[in-house]
T-cell receptor, first 110, second 113 residues
């Protein structure tokens, strides 16, 4: 059973701080890694994808991947109240079937 | 460009009934994937259709089925509904099969009584 684990939170950070979201996965054959943001009552939207070890930056978001440790993280710099949402980690292996974590709730307070 | 649309948005059924949900992908997208989201299990992959063919299938019983039409619109059917089928059903479209970037629709919230 392929598993993707995330701390459910909530993770509470003050406005302007760095929010760090973490995800571990069990399948060593995983090749593609994604972070989705889901606002309450809305559908998920893709914010970052990463495929190779290291960091990938997109605006205020940085995804970090360490395949040896089976760990992927998302950093949100200069967090804003509008970043308050649930962040879903998703992992794909050779079967192309994505496995999602249950998500981490992030609260950014003013 | 219009996004992914799903109908109906809300549905109430009773145990034993069947239900059909519809998804229209973004224009030009040929792949449609279906997901079930529940508080207990999170977001789980049901199946993916591409060019009217099922390409990938998740670990769900045969009561869950789907199809895709030549215009890429897709339907998902659940027969003999159980209480545990109450969930948000999401579809997502992408331009090609197994493509990384998926765009989710607003979902259909199904309540089984």
């Amino acid at each position: 059973q392929k598993e993707v684990e995330q701390n459910s939170g909530p993770l509470s950070v003050p406005e302007g701080a760095i929010a760090s979201l973490n995800c571990t996965y069990s399948d060593r054959g995983s090749q593609s890694f994604f972070w989705y943001r889901q606002y309450s009552g809305k559908s998920p939207e893709l914010i970052m994808s990463i495929y190779s070890n290291g960091d990938k930056e997109d605006g205020r978001f940085t995804a970090q991947l360490n395949k040896a440790s089976q760990y992927v993280s998302l950093l949100i710099r200069d967090s804003q109240p509008s970043d308050s949402a649930t962040y879903l980690c998703a992992v794909k292996g050779g079967s192309y079937i994505p496995t999602f974590g249950r998500g981490t709730s992030l609260i950014v307070h003013p | 460009k219009a996004g992914v649309t799903q109908t109906p948005r809300y549905l109430i059924k009773t145990r034993g009934q069947q239900v059909t949900l519809s998804c229209s992908p973004i224009s030009g997208h040929r792949s449609v994937s279906w997901y079930q989201q529940t508080p207990g299990q999170g977001l789980q992959f049901l199946f993916e259709y591409f060019s009217e063919t099922q390409r990938n299938k998740g670990n769900f019983p045969g009561r869950f089925s789907g199809r895709q039409f030549s215009n890429s619109r897709s339907e998902m059917n659940v027969s003999t509904l159980e209480l545990g089928d109450s969930a948000l059903y999401l579809c997502a479209s992408s331009r090609e099969s197994n493509q990384e970037t998926q765009y989710f629709g607003p979902g259909t919230r199904l309540l089984v009584l």
